[in-house]
């Protein structure tokens, strides 16, 4: 892709936002579409070139990005959309849905004459301002190739992972990974409270031991041993309760229509269901406090 390509983007949300001001920065031409006004007009100041409807969006761009809420909203975009886009154009959507509904968009594309990869983000609202996020591919070689040079421009780190849906595959396994080790981690750090275990001697021993994992050694739930970590801050997100609930469902899902035995991760996303339902604006880690208070009676 040359410079000279357009890009439509659509979502300029806490993550769209900034992924698509990057890529103005790198001298992309970028049209942007969000009904959303505060959105339209930070994308304005961003430089992007803001337009009226999806379809205008769509129907002057040789690629088009999408990062939306959810599944249902991507499928109905596209299906608004597709019959807009000159034929071929190459649709990479970065929104985080369900695999099923990942192949579903990619075939609707297929079907009207399109190309399409699935390409989820880690790295948070931080990643997407830094350019650093990491992307997770799924779609044909080709299409990799094609959509590479701009990935790079808001990635750090671009993993092609395979074919449709299979870069979502990547994305919700890390992340139920992630939900199990963060209860894991904050049950075995409250465990070590009652049994009179200091947090930095319960840090000084598992990070180096074979408990030890991204969540304790980059994240740690409690304050004090990770000085970044958003345990230091009130819990304040970092990466909300909220997306780590949707995240788990999106996983226990997968692993229900695949059948596969994932206990662990299907009580994972009952867990943070629970948790959401107060919390929904604290970072994920906060979990702690919600095992200690109930580990205090304090259940509701
Ligand atoms: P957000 O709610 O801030 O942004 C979504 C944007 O989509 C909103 O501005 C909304 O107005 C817009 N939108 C809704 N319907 C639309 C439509 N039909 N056409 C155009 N725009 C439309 O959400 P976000 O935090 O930016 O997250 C976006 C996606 O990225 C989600 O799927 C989320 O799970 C995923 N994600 C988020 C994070 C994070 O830290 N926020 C990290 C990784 C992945």
Redesign the pocket.
């Known amino acids: 892709m040359s410079k000279n390509t357009t890009v439509g983007f659509?979502?300029?949300?806490?993550?769209?936002g900034p992924m698509a001001a990057n890529l103005v920065k790198a001298g992309y031409e970028v049209l942007a579409?969000?009904?959303?006004p505060a959105?339209q007009e930070q994308a304005r100041t961003d430089g992007a070139t803001v337009v009226a409807t999806?379809a205008e969006a769509v129907s002057a761009s040789d690629i088009v990005i999408t990062?939306?809420?959810?599944g249902r909203?991507v499928l109905?975009?596209y299906t608004e959309v597709l019959s807009a886009a000159k034929p071929g154009t190459l649709f990479v959507d970065?929104?985080?849905?369900d695999v099923a509904d990942a192949k579903q968009a990619a075939e609707l594309a297929a079907a009207a004459g399109h190309r399409a990869l699935d390409a989820?983000?880690?790295g948070?609202?931080a990643g997407a301002a830094a350019g650093t996020l990491t992307f997770m591919v799924g779609g044909a070689d080709a299409d990799f190739a094609t959509a590479l040079p701009l990935l790079e421009v808001m990635g750090g780190k671009v993993v092609h992972c395979g074919g449709a849906g299979v870069g979502q595959a990547a994305k919700i396994c890390n992340n139920m990974l992630l939900g199990i080790s963060m209860i894991g981690l904050s049950e075995a750090i409250v465990l070590g409270e009652k049994l009179g275990l200091t947090h930095e001697k319960f840090f000084d021993v598992v990070s180096t031991a074979s408990g030890q994992s991204w969540a304790l050694t980059s994240y740690c739930p409690v304050p004090g041993p990770v000085p970044t970590s958003p345990a230091n801050n009130d819990y304040k997100p970092g990466?909300a309760t909220a997306?780590m609930t949707?995240?788990l469902g999106l996983a226990a899902s997968a692993l229900a229509a695949n059948g596969v035995d994932g206990q662990i991760g299907t009580l994972a996303a009952e867990i943070y269901t629970r948790f959401n339902q107060d919390e929904a604006g604290k970072d994920f880690s906060a979990i702690v406090t919600d095992i200690r208070k109930r580990s205090e009676g304090e259940t509701k």
């Open positions: 659509l979502g300029l949300g806490h993550m769209g579409f969000d009904p959303v959105a999806a990062m939306l809420p959810n909203i109905d975009l970065c929104s985080t849905i989820p983000v880690s948070g609202v990466f997306l949707k995240d």
